[in-house]
């Protein structure tokens, strides 16, 4: 159950960046691009981010996960291909090994979407921070 | 009303684990210690392995263990009686170490010793074949074994365990022949995914391999020695 530990350091992560904004917005999402040659299952993220985040400053937040596709490329053949997972890793051409990951080993917090609670006549920011 | 913004953080999620294991290693590097991270299944022979180690190599290296247990101290035990420091960590419910649980383990063993004559530190991790994959400890190579009976299959499955191995032991070959295994089934295996990893079969009962794995330890702590001394 290592994805209770990531979560906590995802939460982490972000009570580190909402703490810096000076007008401690509300987050709707937290979008999280997670690669498919990881050892994250993205079901069990999903639950942690729950149970941890209720009553706190995210409650209610939703986790976006965006999974990526395992993708490598071949230097013999000089291209792409999807292995297998759990099945076959190497090249389905020329069998070479899979040496060279393009994706699939992602494993971040890509965005977070936020809005300020006010009235229609007191917005109070329109413009994101630049990190 | 409401308007939404968005915000583009790209952090990786183990950032923080990340720069613990960068931060351990820099006082390994500093203490000219070479770390291994040793990592299986349970059950594989890991604590045999190191026993083995410890038995042939504490004389010629000052040797520390980091042991990751999840409740009892029992494998801890039975290194100790090599006269050698060792650092049993209970991990709880965690099934892996992770940087911090080490630097904890690190500051408790420089209370004893001092460091900068240490050689090696083996850690051997939790006995899990998913999540130490994903924890760098701060360690300079990282050590997979895989033993006969847990079958040919177990890198495909997984494959990031043994992706990122440097190292990768078969271990309890003297089973092989009880066992309707192919031991060059595992290898091409794990090559598919990790061409370059050195592959040593492996018994700690019959010693069979044993030469050629303490001859690539004796390769990692030497080649950090003359790293130290060149700095």
Known sequence: ?131 | MHQTFDAALEINLLHANQEGADHNREHFDRWGITCLNVMSSPGAGKTVLLERTLAALSKEFKIAVIEGDMTTELDAERLRKYDVPVIAINTGRSCHLDSKMVAGGIHQLAHQYNPSQLDLILVENVGNLVCPAEFEVGEHAKVALLSVTEGEDKPLKYPVMFQEADCLLIAKVDLAPYLEIDLERIEANVRQINPHVTIIPISAKTGEGLEAWLAWVQSQVRAKRSLALNH
Not at chain 1, 18 to 42: D, Y
Not at chain 1, 65 to 76: D, G, Q, S, V
Request: with cysteine.
């Open chain 1, 1 to 131: 159950m290592h994805e209770t530990d990531m979560t906590k350091a995802l939460i982490v992560t972000v009570r580190n960046w909402w703490e810096e904004q000076p007008e401690r917005p509300k987050i709707s999402h937290i979008h999280l691009v997670v690669g498919q040659f990881t050892c994250v299952e993205p079901a069990s993220l999903q639950f942690a981010f729950e149970v941890q985040t209720c009553n706190t400053f995210l409650d209610g937040a939703k986790l976006v996960i965006r999974e990526i596709p395992l993708i490598a490329f071949c230097h013999r053949c000089q291209q792409e291909y999807r292995p297998e997972i759990g099945i076959q890793y190497a090249c389905p051409e020329c069998r070479s090994p899979m040496e060279d990951i393009r994706s699939g080993r992602e494993l971040k917090i890509d965005r977070i979407e936020y809005n300020y609670l006010t009235d229609n006549s007191n917005l109070k920011s329109n413009h994101a921070p630049n990190l």
